[in-house]
Each structure stands twice: as C-alpha cells, then as structure tokens.
C-alpha cells in the first residue's frame, strides 16, 4: 500500500515550535501584564512610554516577539483544526485546514507589519 | 459479512476523565493565540505614541482585564506543564550506549522554564 | 455478582442488546473466568475469544465497564458489589456477541513490513550467519517488541474510533520496533505509511493507547518518535532531493 509523504510534517513541526515557545515565554509575561503591573508591583516605573519604546524597536526584539507570536498561531491553528476533526468535523478536514493554516498565515503577516511598524 | 458498526457519539471526549482533561489541553492553544493577539495589540498600541500606549496600559488594571489574565494564565500554565511532562518522552536521546533518563530531560526542561521566566521579568521590568 | 453482556446474533438480531447474568463472586476470579462460568453453566450461545488466561496471548480484549482491558486481566473483587458491563472493544465492527472483525488491525500490521529489511546486497545468507547484535541495541526497541496485539489500544484510541483509515498505535509501534532495530535497514521502506496521512498525523496525542497497554509497549511515544523522525525525513526529502540511494 503505498501513499505519498504529507505535507503534514510542516504544520507539525510549526506547531512543535510552537507549543514549545509559549510554554517557556507565555507564562511569564502573562503574569507581568496580568498580575505585576495591575497591582503596582515593580519599581522604578519600568513600563514608561520612553524605555519600553525604545526596547521594542530594537530588531532583536521584534524577531524574538514575532516568532513568539507567529508560532503560538501555527500552534494554535494545528491543535484547534485537529480538535475539531475530532468531535466530528472530520469531513470537511481540507476545508479546516485552509482556514485554520491561512488564518496562521494572515496573522503571521499583520504580527509582522504591526511589529515593523513600532 | 453482516457485521454490526457501533455508532460513534461526537461527545466521546465526555466519557472518560482522561479524555476531558485531554479536550482541556487541547483548548489551551486557543488561550496561546488569544494572547499573543493582545501581545500584538499592545505593540500596535506602542506604535501609535504615548496616549495609545497608556491607554492600554491603563486598561490592564481593570478587573475585566485582570480576571481574563488569571484564567489565560491558568490555561497556559495547564499547556506548559503537559508540554514539559510529555517532551521527555519523545526526545529519547543516547548517550553511547546509555539512554539519557527521563528525569533529567524533564529537569532539564523545567530548569529552562525557570530561568526564561526570570529572564524574561528582568528583562521586562529591571533591565 | 451480575454481568451486563453484549449480545449480537446477526441471523436474529437486527440491532445490539444487552443480556444480565448473576454469576458466583470468587475472590480470584477474573471477568474470563466469569465469562466462562455463563458459557459453561448459564447460556453456551455466548461467543468470545480467549486463549492463555494469563494475559500473554492478546485474544480476551473486551471493553469493561467502558475501559478496555483484557478480561483474564481484570478481577472481580475490583468491581463487587458493582455491576460489570461488558462489550466487545471499541472501533471495530462485530461479528456475533464480544466477536469483533480484526480484519483491518491484521492488515495494517502486514502494511507495515514487520520484518528485518536489508539493503540490496547487503542481506547474509545462511552460511554468512547471524547479524550480530548488542544488548545495548537491542535496548533500543525491545519496548516495542512487547505487543501482544490484543488491540486494546485501537480501542481505546477515539481517532480509530472516528476513521478507520488511521494506522493506529500498535501498527506504528510495530514499525518503529523495526525501525529502531540496527539489524533492520528498512525505514525509508516503511517511511512511507507512517509519513502518510493516515500514519502519524492523524494521532492526537491523546494519549489512552498507553494507558490501557498491558504490556507498557507505550505506543503512544513511538508515535511521537515517529512524527519527529517524519518531520526530518520529510524536510530532508524536500532541501536535500539529491542523495537517495535505494
């Protein structure tokens, strides 16, 4: 029986990337913006317009923040398309494939331009 | 051959504990994306100059704002520690002839999640 | 203690029932022992298959009490006072009562070349002798080899349940038992049907094939393997095409 090589190991592998950054990063910069500015808890207000502009304009970490991003939706996209097929979407698989991977792709791109454009 | 196929319930998810906390892991992800959309409209914010900035700054401290950031944390939290808990058991590495222990992958893995958090806060709010 | 049993006569019966027995509660009887109780002493018309009784021979697989498991490998004592039900496993048609058809399991594990596969010229005849191998290698996938195909991760696995067209746990295991064996030299034979799109990609990650194996052959890991190992093998087919010897 002989079927051809998937794709699928692209959008796998995205989704490995994926899965792994937002488990390292995620979680500590949900807790800044969720918990330690909220209630006031750094010092020396590091969050001003002036430090926190110049930090995000510089390359490095626009990369960093858009592969960040742009892997969480690959990750996102893949786990979600697949649940779906799961409960009983099974049929229209290509279909949910399009739109989740696509979706990935035009949110990649505007992660992109709004990281660009800082 | 009159062999009889059982129907298969779309809701088989809620049949066992394991599958729902299988169903759990598997909406995380959304949980991910909606926040790295925030992440984005936070930058988006920060391009658009000061007043934008502090707006959304501002905004954080609402209880709204704070009560999605606790269930967001909870559901990311939930994806990273099934993430770390299963990676070990994929990367099955050799070192000659002795496989590198679970346990020490594992440990290596959360040692590292540690200190991209720390560096990460420091980065963010000390550097 | 009452068994709730899956009953399907196909010449009789147009849909499913269920059918209750009382059977002694014995403090070390297994639910096969039960089982065997009603065929000898209550109702000779109930079908099922069993072998060894001792959990080797992968044939008593049944659902009971929604779980997969092997009836010689359940006790009785963990479910009284409680009722047992007791099906025939999940994701396969069935042919009468707990019979199931295991037609498309035994036809995935031939798809899957379970046997050492050497390069042109570099088989040994007879006279050559034995490929050699360490007990370090053999380390390597002697986890894999524990399969005793009783099937109870097919049915555990909500993916099979839902496409039959998925290989499933115990066929993906069985290739990365030969894949992982330095005697072999088959995996871009194999590579292939798992890299399809019924091999690895359809698996979730649910993760229940490994927790209702018997023998801890943990499929659910050698699919993981095997999704790493396709991802490699696919990225190196597509930037590096040149190279493949066959």
Same mark, same amino acid.
């Given at each position: *029986?002989?079927?051809?090589?998937?794709?699928?190991?692209?959008?796998?592998?995205?989704?490995?990337?994926?899965?792994?950054?937002?488990?390292?990063?995620?979680?500590? %910069?949900?807790?800044?913006?969720?918990?330690?500015?909220?209630?006031?808890?750094?010092?020396?207000?590091? *969050?001003?317009?002036?430090?926190?502009?110049?930090?995000?304009?510089?390359? %490095?970490?626009?990369?960093?923040?858009?592969?960040?991003?742009?892997?969480?939706?690959?990750?996102?996209?893949?786990?979600?398309?697949?649940?779906?097929?799961?409960?009983?979407?099974?049929?229209?698989?290509?279909?949910?494939?399009? %739109?989740?991977?696509?979706?990935?792709?035009?949110?990649?791109?505007?992660?992109?331009?709004?990281?660009?454009?800082? | 051959?009159?062999?009889?196929?059982?129907?298969?319930?779309?809701? !088989? !998810?809620?049949?066992?504990?394991?599958?729902?906390? @299988?169903?759990?892991?598997?909406?995380?992800?959304?949980?991910?994306?909606?926040?790295?959309?925030?992440?984005?409209?936070?930058?988006?914010?920060?391009?658009?100059?000061?007043?934008?900035?502090?707006?959304?700054?501002?905004?954080?401290?609402?209880?709204?704002?704070?009560?999605?950031?606790?269930?967001? @944390?909870? @559901?990311?939290?939930?994806?990273?520690?099934? !993430?770390?808990?299963?990676?070990?058991?994929?990367?099955?590495?050799?070192?000659?002839?002795?496989?590198?222990?679970?346990?020490?992958?594992?440990?290596? @893995?959360?040692?590292?999640?540690?200190?991209?958090?720390?560096?990460?806060?420091?980065?963010?709010?000390?550097? | 203690?009452?068994?709730?049993?899956?009953?399907?006569?196909?010449?009789?019966?147009?849909?499913?029932?269920?059918?209750?027995?009382?059977?002694?509660?014995?403090?070390?009887?297994?639910?096969?022992?039960?089982?065997?109780?009603?065929?000898?002493?209550?109702?000779?018309?109930?079908?099922?298959?069993?072998?060894?009784?001792?959990?080797?021979?992968?044939?008593?697989?049944?659902?009971?009490?929604?779980?997969?498991?092997?009836?010689? =490998? =359940?006790?009785?004592?963990?479910?009284?006072?409680?009722?047992?039900?007791?099906?025939?496993?999940?994701?396969?048609?069935?042919?009468?009562?707990?019979?199931?058809?295991?037609?498309?399991?035994? =036809?995935?594990?031939?798809?899957?070349?379970?046997?050492?596969?050497?390069?042109?010229?570099?088989?040994?005849?007879?006279?050559?002798?034995?490929?050699?191998?360490?007990?370090?290698?053999?380390?390597?996938?002697?986890?894999?080899?524990?399969?005793?195909?009783?099937?109870?991760?097919?049915?555990?696995?909500?993916?099979?349940?839902?496409?039959?067209?998925?290989?499933?746990?115990?066929?993906?295991?069985?290739?990365?038992?030969?894949?992982?064996?330095?005697?072999?030299?088959?995996?871009?034979?194999?590579?292939?049907?798992?890299?399809?799109?019924?091999?690895?990609?359809?698996?979730?990650?649910?993760?229940?094939?490994?927790?209702?194996?018997?023998?801890?052959?943990?499929?659910?890991?050698?699919?993981?393997? =095997?999704?790493?190992?396709?991802?490699?093998?696919?990225?190196?087919?597509?930037?590096?095409?040149?190279?493949?010897?066959?």
């Amino acid at each position: *029986m002989k079927t051809k090589k998937s794709p699928k190991a692209i959008w796998w592998s995205l989704f490995a990337g994926g899965g792994m950054a937002a488990a390292l990063a995620l979680p500590a %910069l949900i807790i800044i913006t969720g918990i330690i500015i909220p209630f006031g808890l750094e010092a020396n207000e590091p *969050m001003n317009f002036d430090r926190i502009h110049a930090a995000a304009s510089h390359w %490095l970490i626009k990369a960093i923040f858009f592969l960040l991003i742009a892997l969480s939706f690959f990750h996102c996209a893949n786990r979600f398309r697949y649940t779906l097929a799961d409960v009983g979407l099974r049929s229209v698989g290509g279909l949910l494939s399009f %739109l989740f991977y696509g979706g990935a792709i035009v949110g990649s791109v505007i992660a992109a331009v709004v990281l660009w454009g800082v | 051959m009159s062999a009889y196929r059982r129907p298969v319930s779309n809701m !088989w !998810w809620l049949k066992r504990r394991s599958y729902i906390w @299988f169903m759990i892991r598997e909406l995380t992800s959304i949980f991910t994306a909606g926040y790295c959309i925030f992440l984005l409209v936070v930058f988006y914010k920060l391009s658009q100059g000061p007043e934008a900035y502090a707006g959304i700054i501002a905004a954080l401290k609402s209880p709204v704002s704070v009560v999605l950031h606790i269930i967001t @944390f909870a @559901f990311v939290f939930y994806h990273a520690i099934t !993430w770390f808990e299963l990676t070990p058991k994929i990367l099955v590495i050799y070192r000659g002839e002795e496989r590198i222990p679970a346990g020490l992958i594992a440990a290596t @893995f959360y040692g590292g999640w540690v200190v991209v958090s720390l560096f990460i806060v420091w980065l963010v709010l000390l550097a | 203690m009452t068994l709730e049993i899956f009953r399907y006569r196909p010449e009789s019966d147009s849909e499913p029932t269920f059918q209750t027995y009382e059977v002694p509660f014995k403090e070390e009887w297994v639910v096969l022992d039960a089982i065997n109780h009603i065929k000898d002493e209550i109702d000779g018309t109930l079908s099922y298959r069993w072998s060894c009784r001792m959990g080797v021979c992968g044939s008593c697989g049944m659902m009971i009490n929604g779980v997969p498991k092997l009836s010689c =490998a =359940a006790f009785l004592r963990d479910y009284y006072p409680g009722k047992i039900r007791v099906e025939p496993l999940n994701g396969f048609p069935v042919l009468r009562d707990l019979v199931f058809e295991m037609d498309d399991f035994m =036809a995935k594990l031939t798809d899957m070349q379970p046997y050492i596969i050497r390069k042109e010229g570099e088989e040994k005849t007879l006279e050559d002798g034995e490929y050699l191998q360490t007990p370090a290698e053999l380390a390597h996938f002697k986890q894999y080899s524990m399969c005793i195909n009783c099937m109870l991760c097919y049915a555990a696995c909500p993916i099979y349940a839902i496409d039959n067209a998925f290989i499933g746990p115990a066929a993906i295991a069985l290739g990365q038992r030969y894949n992982l064996d330095s005697r072999d030299q088959g995996k871009d034979s194999r590579q292939e049907l798992l890299g399809s799109k019924e091999g690895v990609w359809e698996c979730t990650f649910v993760g229940e094939c490994s927790r209702v194996c018997p023998k801890d052959v943990d499929p659910a890991a050698a699919i993981q393997r =095997a999704k790493v190992t396709s991802t490699i093998e696919f990225f190196k087919d597509v930037l590096i095409p040149w190279g493949k010897k066959k």
